[in-house]
């Protein structure tokens, strides 16, 4: 079963959830990612510019 949860905030990409696993990140919040930004959104923060 596939149900569409929402978009990711970053790409607009449809995140969904497949049964019954959410294929994306939901952060505390409250913003949906798909993993492939939030990934990026993790090494950004490994690596602060500075
Ligand atoms: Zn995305």
Redesign the pocket.
């Known amino acids: 079963m596939r149900e569409l949860v929402s978009l990711?905030?970053?790409?607009?990409?449809d995140v969904y959830c497949i049964d019954g696993f959410f294929n994306g990140v939901h952060t505390e919040e409250k913003e949906i990612?798909?993993f492939?930004?939030?990934e990026k959104l993790m090494k950004e923060n490994e690596n602060p510019q500075s």
């Open positions: 990711c905030k970053c790409c607009k990409k990612y798909c492939e930004c939030y």
